[in-house]
T-cell receptor
Framework: TQLLEQSPQFLSIQEGENLTVYCNSSSVFSSLQWYRQEPGEGPVLLVTVVTGGEVKKLKRLTFQFGDARKDSSLHITAAQPGDTGLYLC???????????FGKGTKLTVNP | NAGVMQNPRHLVRRRGQEARLRCSPM?????VYWYRQLPEEGLKFMVYLQKENIIDESGMPKERFSAEFPKEGPSILRIQQVVRGDSAAYFC?????????????FGPGTRLTVL
């Protein structure tokens, strides 16, 4: 069983559209990170959220951590082809240093 | 990828050979983590090290795999007698000292292919 479930698994949209991807779990996390990974490269950190209900914005990206710290969402406004990539969520559980990863959402933004 | 260095980027080995993967953490970071990414699967934690100490190796296979982070030099992930199932991308991450250890910065990875 996957501790962190990401949905959708694949998403293909046109430039200019908005989208939301989700990261869900039945477990509580002390913090949650979102990464973007491009083919042949390592994950690049986008944001870390630590407080239940927290909302962080990074230009056109909005990240939310659920009140119960079990889930998170990433919303992209006016998507651009440069947003194409694999979006990964990863959580840390209290007392452990290791990150648990979801399988990712593969986003394609068509021009 | 914020300065975490990994080498080599690509490594090809025949079955039975040894693979050595190296990782230099970001400047000022003393915590190193190794993850493995198999095709069509997410990243899986392998081991967490600090200088000269293995803190958590709960994700390491029991045989053939070992890791170290010496006082001087890079962290090394060593795979002895490689098999085809070891083919994967291996990523190193580092985090700073202190309470921000949840935030990990990843290197570009080493892609291991076992023939």
């Amino acid at each position: 069983t996957q501790l962190l479930e990401q949905s959708p698994q694949f998403l293909s949209i046109q430039e200019g559209e908005n989208l939301t991807v989700y990261c869900n779990s039945s477990s509580v996390f002390s913090s949650l990170q979102w990464y973007r990974q491009e083919p042949g490269e390592g994950p690049v950190l986008l944001v870390t959220v630590v407080t239940g209900g927290e909302v962080k914005k990074l230009k056109r990206l909005t990240f939310q951590f659920g009140d119960a710290r079990k889930d998170s969402s990433l919303h992209i406004t006016a998507a651009q082809p440069g947003d194409t990539g694999l979006y990964l969520c990863a959580g840390a559980q209290g007392g452990s240093e290791k990150l648990v990863f979801g399988k990712g959402t593969k986003l394609t933004v068509n021009p | 990828n914020a300065g975490v260095m990994q080498n080599p980027r690509h490594l090809v080995r025949r079955r039975g050979q040894e693979a050595r993967l190296r990782c230099s953490p970001m400047k000022g970071h003393s915590h190193v983590y190794w993850y493995r990414q198999l095709p069509e699967e997410g990243l899986k934690f392998m081991v967490y090290l600090q200088k000269e100490n293995i803190i958590d190796e709960s994700g390491m296979p029991k045989e053939r795999f070992s890791a170290e982070f010496p006082k001087e030099g890079p962290s090394i992930l060593r795979i002895q007698q490689v098999v085809r199932g070891d083919s994967a991308a291996y990523f190193c991450a580092s985090s700073p000292i202190g309470t921000d250890r949840d935030t990990q910065y990843f290197g570009p990875g080493t892609r291991l292919t076992v023939l």
